[in-house]
Protein backbone atom coordinates (compact mmCIF):
# COMPACT_ATOMS: atom_id res chain seq x y z
CA UNK A 1 0.00 0.00 0.00
CA UNK A 2 1.22 3.68 -0.91
CA UNK A 3 2.26 6.25 1.44
CA UNK A 4 -0.99 7.77 3.71
CA UNK A 5 -2.75 10.19 2.46
CA UNK A 6 -3.56 12.44 5.73
CA UNK A 7 -5.05 15.56 4.02
CA UNK A 8 -8.16 16.46 2.29
CA UNK A 9 -10.12 19.77 0.54
CA UNK A 10 -13.53 20.21 0.00
CA UNK A 11 -14.78 22.52 -2.48
CA UNK A 12 -17.22 24.88 -0.99
CA UNK A 13 -16.83 28.20 -3.36
CA UNK A 14 -19.01 27.85 -5.80
CA UNK A 15 -21.99 30.08 -6.18
CA UNK A 16 -24.52 27.15 -6.55
CA UNK A 17 -26.56 28.53 -9.27
CA UNK A 18 -28.48 25.59 -10.28
CA UNK A 19 -29.94 25.25 -6.61
CA UNK A 20 -31.47 28.24 -6.51
CA UNK A 21 -33.47 29.80 -4.62
CA UNK A 22 -32.52 27.93 -1.70
CA UNK A 23 -28.53 28.69 -2.73
CA UNK A 24 -30.00 33.14 -2.09
CA UNK A 25 -29.46 32.40 1.36
CA UNK A 26 -27.35 29.29 2.01
CA UNK A 27 -24.10 28.03 0.39
CA UNK A 28 -24.62 25.12 -1.28
CA UNK A 29 -22.11 22.78 0.84
CA UNK A 30 -24.31 24.31 4.20
CA UNK A 31 -27.32 22.34 2.26
CA UNK A 32 -28.87 19.19 3.91
CA UNK A 33 -29.38 15.69 3.02
CA UNK A 34 -31.52 14.23 5.39
CA UNK A 35 -30.63 16.75 8.29
CA UNK A 36 -27.06 16.52 7.70
CA UNK A 37 -24.98 19.10 5.46
CA UNK A 38 -23.56 17.83 2.33
CA UNK A 39 -20.19 19.21 3.65
CA UNK A 40 -20.43 17.61 6.89
CA UNK A 41 -21.03 14.61 4.81
CA UNK A 42 -17.46 14.97 3.32
CA UNK A 43 -15.67 15.28 6.31
CA UNK A 44 -17.24 12.10 7.48
CA UNK A 45 -15.73 10.07 4.42
CA UNK A 46 -12.13 11.93 5.16
CA UNK A 47 -12.17 11.43 8.89
CA UNK A 48 -12.79 7.61 7.56
CA UNK A 49 -10.10 7.18 5.40
CA UNK A 50 -7.79 8.57 8.52
CA UNK A 51 -7.57 12.24 7.11
CA UNK A 52 -6.65 14.57 10.37
CA UNK A 53 -6.58 18.13 8.08
CA UNK A 54 -9.48 19.24 6.14
CA UNK A 55 -9.38 22.45 4.05
CA UNK A 56 -12.48 24.05 2.49
CA UNK A 57 -11.69 26.98 0.13
CA UNK A 58 -14.45 29.46 0.20
CA UNK A 59 -16.22 32.56 -1.54
CA UNK A 60 -19.77 33.19 -2.12
CA UNK A 61 -21.12 33.06 1.62
CA UNK A 62 -18.16 32.27 3.27
CA UNK A 63 -18.43 33.16 6.98
CA UNK A 64 -21.89 30.95 7.04
CA UNK A 65 -19.21 27.57 6.29
CA UNK A 66 -16.34 29.29 8.36
CA UNK A 67 -19.55 29.76 11.54
CA UNK A 68 -20.92 26.23 10.89
CA UNK A 69 -17.33 24.48 10.87
CA UNK A 70 -16.00 26.36 14.20
CA UNK A 71 -18.49 23.14 15.98
CA UNK A 72 -16.78 20.85 14.46
CA UNK A 73 -13.55 19.43 16.10
CA UNK A 74 -12.92 15.67 15.11
CA UNK A 75 -10.53 16.78 12.69
CA UNK A 76 -8.09 19.43 12.47
CA UNK A 77 -10.06 22.47 10.09
CA UNK A 78 -8.75 25.02 7.44
CA UNK A 79 -9.96 27.47 5.36
CA UNK A 80 -9.39 29.17 2.01
CA UNK A 81 -10.61 32.30 1.17
CA UNK A 82 -11.53 33.33 -2.16
CA UNK A 83 -12.31 37.01 -3.17
CA UNK A 84 -14.14 35.52 -6.33
CA UNK A 85 -14.43 31.88 -6.86
CA UNK A 86 -11.09 30.70 -8.43
CA UNK A 87 -12.49 27.47 -9.84
CA UNK A 88 -11.40 24.06 -9.36
CA UNK A 89 -7.84 24.16 -10.53
CA UNK A 90 -6.87 27.86 -9.14
CA UNK A 91 -9.11 26.95 -5.30
CA UNK A 92 -6.63 23.97 -4.81
CA UNK A 93 -3.70 25.62 -6.69
CA UNK A 94 -4.48 27.94 -3.49
CA UNK A 95 -4.76 26.10 -0.28
CA UNK A 96 -1.76 24.06 -1.73
CA UNK A 97 -0.23 25.53 1.09
CA UNK A 98 -2.40 23.64 3.68
CA UNK A 99 -2.37 20.66 2.42
CA UNK A 100 0.67 18.31 3.93
CA UNK A 101 2.46 14.82 2.26
CA UNK A 102 2.74 14.73 -1.70
CA UNK A 103 -0.65 13.41 -2.32
CA UNK A 104 -4.21 14.91 -0.78
CA UNK A 105 -8.06 13.48 -1.18
CA UNK A 106 -10.41 16.57 -3.07
CA UNK A 107 -13.86 16.16 -2.80
CA UNK A 108 -16.76 17.98 -4.08
CA UNK A 109 -19.17 19.83 -1.93
CA UNK A 110 -22.32 19.14 -3.32
CA UNK A 111 -22.61 15.63 -3.38
CA UNK A 112 -23.38 12.75 -1.05
CA UNK A 113 -20.85 9.77 -1.43
CA UNK A 114 -22.48 6.31 0.11
CA UNK A 115 -20.14 3.63 1.16
CA UNK A 116 -20.10 0.28 -0.45
CA UNK A 117 -18.54 -2.94 1.37
CA UNK A 118 -15.99 -0.64 2.18
CA UNK A 119 -14.99 3.38 2.88
CA UNK A 120 -15.10 4.60 -0.04
CA UNK A 121 -11.73 6.54 -0.04
CA UNK A 122 -10.22 4.08 1.83
CA UNK A 123 -11.07 1.86 -1.57
CA UNK A 124 -9.70 4.65 -3.78
CA UNK A 125 -6.16 4.69 -1.51
CA UNK A 126 -5.71 1.30 -2.02
CA UNK A 127 -5.44 1.33 -5.79
CA UNK A 128 -2.91 4.82 -5.29
CA UNK A 129 0.27 4.50 -6.58
CA UNK A 130 2.67 7.93 -6.60
CA UNK A 131 4.58 6.52 -8.65
CA UNK A 132 2.40 5.81 -11.59
CA UNK A 133 -0.08 8.44 -11.09
CA UNK A 134 -0.77 12.31 -10.42
CA UNK A 135 -4.06 11.57 -10.45
CA UNK A 136 -6.84 8.83 -9.68
CA UNK A 137 -10.30 9.53 -9.50
CA UNK A 138 -13.51 8.03 -8.34
CA UNK A 139 -16.27 7.03 -11.09
CA UNK A 140 -20.12 5.78 -10.68
CA UNK A 141 -22.15 4.21 -13.44
CA UNK A 142 -24.22 6.89 -15.50
CA UNK A 143 -26.99 4.80 -15.12
CA UNK A 144 -27.11 4.27 -11.52
CA UNK A 145 -26.17 7.51 -10.44
CA UNK A 146 -28.86 9.31 -8.47
CA UNK A 147 -29.83 12.68 -9.29
CA UNK A 148 -27.82 13.25 -12.51
CA UNK A 149 -29.55 13.42 -15.92
CA UNK A 150 -26.06 14.14 -17.73
CA UNK A 151 -24.48 12.33 -20.94
CA UNK A 152 -21.18 10.97 -18.70
CA UNK A 153 -17.66 11.97 -18.49
CA UNK A 154 -15.21 9.11 -18.75
CA UNK A 155 -14.85 5.65 -20.81
CA UNK A 156 -12.64 3.62 -19.03
CA UNK A 157 -10.42 0.82 -20.38
CA UNK A 158 -9.55 -2.82 -18.82
CA UNK A 159 -6.63 -0.90 -16.99
CA UNK A 160 -8.10 1.70 -15.48
CA UNK A 161 -7.54 4.45 -17.22
CA UNK A 162 -10.05 6.89 -18.27
CA UNK A 163 -10.58 9.20 -21.25
CA UNK A 164 -13.09 11.56 -21.57
CA UNK A 165 -16.43 11.62 -23.28
CA UNK A 166 -15.30 13.89 -26.03
CA UNK A 167 -17.24 13.92 -29.43
CA UNK A 168 -19.32 10.38 -28.06
CA UNK A 169 -22.46 10.85 -27.66
CA UNK A 170 -22.79 9.58 -24.04
CA UNK A 171 -20.15 7.90 -21.62
CA UNK A 172 -20.61 5.29 -19.36
CA UNK A 173 -19.30 6.57 -16.06
CA UNK A 174 -20.14 9.76 -14.33
CA UNK A 175 -17.19 11.69 -12.12
CA UNK A 176 -17.96 11.67 -8.96
CA UNK A 177 -15.38 14.76 -7.86
CA UNK A 178 -13.55 12.45 -5.37
CA UNK A 179 -9.70 12.00 -5.88
CA UNK A 180 -7.14 11.17 -5.07
CA UNK A 181 -4.00 13.93 -6.41
CA UNK A 182 -0.26 14.52 -6.68
CA UNK A 183 0.97 18.27 -5.55
CA UNK A 184 3.76 17.59 -8.46
CA UNK A 185 0.77 17.82 -10.66
CA UNK A 186 0.63 21.45 -9.71
CA UNK A 187 4.14 22.38 -10.05
CA UNK A 188 3.41 25.13 -12.72
CA UNK A 189 -0.18 25.95 -12.23
CA UNK A 190 -1.24 29.47 -10.85
CA UNK A 191 -3.39 30.68 -8.14
CA UNK A 192 -5.85 31.58 -11.28
CA UNK A 193 -9.03 30.34 -12.77
CA UNK A 194 -8.78 27.32 -13.72
CA UNK A 195 -10.33 24.08 -14.15
CA UNK A 196 -9.20 20.42 -12.29
CA UNK A 197 -9.77 19.39 -16.00
CA UNK A 198 -6.57 20.55 -17.01
CA UNK A 199 -4.55 18.19 -14.38
CA UNK A 200 -6.72 15.17 -15.31
CA UNK A 201 -5.71 16.22 -19.11
CA UNK A 202 -1.70 16.50 -18.56
CA UNK A 203 -2.21 12.85 -16.43
CA UNK A 204 -4.15 11.05 -19.64
CA UNK A 205 -1.39 12.96 -22.06
CA UNK A 206 1.30 11.10 -19.81
CA UNK A 207 -0.20 8.27 -19.00
CA UNK A 208 -0.47 8.87 -14.97
CA UNK A 209 -3.73 8.79 -14.22
CA UNK A 210 -6.31 6.05 -13.32
CA UNK A 211 -9.90 5.42 -12.12
CA UNK A 212 -11.84 3.52 -9.56
CA UNK A 213 -15.31 2.60 -10.05
CA UNK A 214 -17.62 3.04 -7.10
CA UNK A 215 -18.87 0.40 -5.11
CA UNK A 216 -22.00 2.14 -3.30
CA UNK A 217 -24.11 4.61 -4.33
CA UNK A 218 -23.74 8.19 -5.17
CA UNK A 219 -26.08 11.27 -5.41
CA UNK A 220 -25.76 14.32 -6.91
CA UNK A 221 -26.97 17.07 -5.31
CA UNK A 222 -27.02 19.48 -8.08
CA UNK A 223 -30.73 20.86 -8.42
CA UNK A 224 -34.07 21.19 -5.66
CA UNK A 225 -35.02 18.17 -8.08
CA UNK A 226 -31.39 16.31 -6.71
CA UNK A 227 -32.23 17.95 -3.10
CA UNK A 228 -35.79 15.67 -3.37
CA UNK A 229 -34.50 12.51 -4.70
CA UNK A 230 -31.28 12.33 -2.10
CA UNK A 231 -34.57 12.83 0.63
CA UNK A 232 -36.38 9.97 -0.83
CA UNK A 233 -33.06 7.79 -1.12
CA UNK A 234 -32.54 8.35 2.89
CA UNK A 235 -36.04 7.92 3.44
CA UNK A 236 -36.32 4.69 1.75
CA UNK A 237 -32.81 3.44 3.54
CA UNK A 238 -32.12 4.88 6.82
Known amino acids: MSQAVTSGM ?20 LIKVAGRTMA ?23 DQIQDHFKHRSDLNILFSPEDEPLETGGGVTKALPHLSG ?26 WNPDEMDALLLLHPR ?49 TKWSLRDIYMD ?8 AVIHEGDWLHVGTPDGLTLAEEYFAKNS
Open 143 to 191: ETAIGFDGTGDFFLDDQGRPTFRGNAESAPYVFTGVQILAKQAFAHKTV
Open 102 to 127: DAFYVLNGDAVLVNGTQPALTNLHNH
Open 40 to 62: DRCLDRLIEAGVDTCVLNTSYLG
Open 203 to 210: AITNGRIK
Open 10 to 29: VLAAGLGTRMRPLTLTTPKP
